[in-house]
């Protein structure tokens, strides 16, 4: 590791990465990468465990690779980390030893309360597992924002800033945060724009159009199929690279009819979004939620993927091969509605 934070701490460390998700696929193989001792705690028989191996990686179960790592990256689904900690972590971890989560949730809502004789640290790059394992390949990395929240041994920083070296985000930028922040924020930003806000907008516009008598396939492509288009200006180069692309007639409409559709009571909404996460009804409400079983989950998940948007965009995929690599015969023609 060629990183300015890599001491001998790290350098000589165990580390146990916990899930061979996404994120710990990418974690794990970047830290290998960058000349870190790793051994990947999965439960013994599923497709994470095989495919683990198969990559060369030291597998075991998760109680068993917590025993004697020096660092513990969580990198498990939020709702099986309490559980996790209960039974594998707790139990194994060493004193002195730190504990690392990408995301805070658990730390944050108490749902994990850690051990007092360990480090407790957060690293979450600013990307999906795939993006922070073909950036590293490319000798780059992606942004991580990283917090301390439990130091023991005075080395908690250190061992946060190494292990964001490892996976690459020193290549880009790291950013200091709290537990409270990162988990505050994140939650925010995917309800209120990224998921819930980006997909509830494309539905209302798509519903808006059919309903007002134009086609269905027409309304698709105008308020979903480009969007890519809009949000591809907005990561390049902000709000000012989208106006910059786009003609001057989509500007003078984006500046009278923007604030016409998300006006000040979206964003008073947005805050009581904000408040409920702030104050744990969210956290609360989404703990009861999976206890029993996931019914309005399933309930809203299936709702999503009946909306009419779905059915015709299933179609219209269907006719970009661009999207379909593997498509083995052309698709059938579409028929004008009507």
Same mark, same amino acid.
């Given at each position: 590791?060629?990183n300015?934070?890599?001491?001998?701490?790290?350098?000589?460390?165990?580390?146990?990465?916990? $899930?061979?998700?996404?994120?710990?696929?990418?974690? @794990?193989?970047?830290?290998?990468?960058?000349?870190?001792?790793v051994?990947?705690?999965?439960?013994?028989?599923?497709?994470?465990?095989?495919k683990?191996?198969?990559?060369?990686?030291?597998?075991?179960?998760?109680?068993d690779?917590?025993?004697?790592?020096?660092?513990?990256?969580? !990198?498990?689904?939020?709702m099986? #980390?309490?559980? !996790?900690?209960?039974?594998?972590?707790?139990?194994n971890i060493?004193?002195?030893? /730190?504990?690392?989560? /990408?995301? +805070?949730?658990?730390?944050?809502?108490? &749902?994990?309360?850690?051990?007092?004789?360990?480090?407790?640290?957060?690293?979450?790059?600013?990307?999906? =597992?795939?993006?922070?394992?073909?950036?590293?390949? &490319?000798?780059?990395?992606?942004?991580?924002?990283?917090?301390?929240?439990?130091?023991?041994?005075?080395?908690?920083?250190?061992?946060?800033?190494?292990?964001?070296?490892?996976?690459?985000? $020193?290549?880009?930028?790291?950013i200091?945060?709290?537990?409270?922040?990162?988990?505050?924020?994140?939650?925010f930003?995917?309800?209120?724009?990224?998921?819930?806000?980006?997909?509830? !907008?494309? #539905? @209302?516009?798509?519903?808006?159009?059919?309903?007002?008598?134009?086609?269905?396939?027409?309304?698709?492509?105008?308020?979903?199929?480009?969007l890519?288009?809009?949000?591809?200006?907005?990561?390049?180069? +902000?709000?000012?690279?989208?106006?910059?692309?786009?003609?001057?007639?989509?500007?003078?409409g984006?500046?009278?009819?923007?604030?016409?559709?998300?006006?000040?009571?979206v964003?008073?909404? %947005? #805050?009581?979004?904000?408040?409920?996460?702030q104050?744990?009804t969210?956290?609360?409400n989404?703990?009861?939620e999976?206890?029993?079983?996931?019914?309005?989950?399933?309930?809203f998940?299936?709702?999503?993927?009946?909306?009419?948007?779905?059915?015709?965009?299933?179609?219209?995929?269907? &006719? %970009?091969?661009?999207?379909?690599?593997?498509?083995?015969?052309?698709?059938?023609? !579409?028929?004008?509605? =009507?």
């Open positions: 590791m060629s300015t934070h890599t001491n001998d701490t790290l350098a000589k460390a165990r580390i146990a990465v916990l $899930g061979y998700g996404s994120q710990g696929r990418a974690h @794990a193989l970047n830290l290998r990468d960058s000349g870190l001792d051994v990947v705690g999965v439960r013994k028989g599923g497709p994470s465990w095989e683990a191996h198969a990559e060369g990686f030291n597998v075991a179960e998760p109680g690779a917590v025993k004697g790592a020096d660092l513990v990256a969580v !990198l498990t689904p939020d099986v #980390q309490a559980d !996790l900690y209960k039974q594998s972590i707790e139990p060493k004193p002195g030893a /730190a504990l690392l989560f /990408a995301h +805070g949730f658990n730390v944050h809502f108490k &749902r994990v309360e850690p051990r007092k004789d360990i480090d407790v640290i957060l690293v979450a790059p600013k990307g999906p =597992g795939a993006l922070v394992r073909t950036e590293y390949e &490319r000798g780059r990395g992606v942004p991580c924002i990283w917090a301390v929240y439990q130091d023991v041994t005075g080395q908690a920083q250190v061992k946060a800033l190494s292990y964001a070296d490892g996976i690459g985000g $020193g290549r880009a930028m790291l200091k945060t709290d537990f409270k922040e990162e988990t505050e924020t994140d939650l930003g995917e309800q209120a724009v990224l998921c819930g806000g980006a997909s509830s !907008l494309v #539905q @209302a516009g798509f519903e808006t159009l059919v309903e007002a008598g134009y086609q269905p396939e027409i309304a698709y492509y105008e308020v979903l199929h480009e890519k288009l809009i949000v591809d200006l907005f990561y390049e180069g +902000g709000i000012t690279k989208m106006l910059e692309f786009v003609s001057e007639t989509a500007q003078y984006d500046y009278v009819s923007g604030p016409r559709v998300i006006d000040a009571g964003k008073q909404r %947005m #805050q009581g979004v904000l408040k409920d996460i104050d744990g969210f956290a609360r989404w703990i009861a999976y206890e029993a079983g996931l019914p309005n989950y399933k309930k998940k299936q709702a999503d993927l009946d909306h009419p948007v779905e059915q015709v965009g299933h179609k219209l995929r269907a &006719r %970009m091969p661009w999207l379909q690599p593997n498509a083995a015969k052309p698709a059938e023609p !579409l028929k004008k509605a =009507g």
